[in-house]
């Protein structure tokens, strides 16, 4: 398999990686913990983890707490899938320039058709 051909099937696998992901978050998820001061103790006790889902949108910090073992995972999960999605991206971008400099190099560069517009009619 010569170079280009290598290059487009990777790129088809690429947008299929691309299609498989069916949900996916902007964002990240954080610990919180909070001091706590108990009767009778002189140190504050730490509580916590208390997990938090956090974006920015716009000028805005969201931030939303995730409160089950289940609404946990599920919120890694869309996290990861968004940071697959943006490696994938990147590497679709690499990929389709390559291949126009290969393209270029070899002069298989496909023709394109001629607008209809730019005829004179003569």
């Not at 069916?22 to 009778?40: A, D, H, W, Y």
């Not at 971008?93 to 058709?113: D, M, N, W």
Request: a positive charge; proline letters at 3%.
């Amino acid at each position: 398999m010569d170079p280009l051909q290598q290059i487009e099937a990777r790129r088809l696998a690429i947008l299929d990686g691309i299609k498989s992901i069916r949900s996916m978050r902007r964002g990240s998820i954080t610990e919180q913990f909070f001091p706590v001061l108990r009767k009778g103790q002189k140190q504050a006790a730490r509580r916590g983890p208390y997990y938090v889902f956090t974006r920015h949108q716009g000028s805005k910090t969201i931030s939303r707490r995730l409160t089950t073992p289940q609404v946990l995972q599920q919120a890694r999960e869309d996290v990861e899938a968004f940071k697959r999605f943006q490696t994938l991206c990147r590497e679709y971008e690499r990929l389709t320039e390559k291949l126009g400099e290969l393209e270029r190099e070899t002069g298989q560069e496909k023709k394109r058709l001629k607008s209809g517009l730019s005829k004179t009619g003569k």
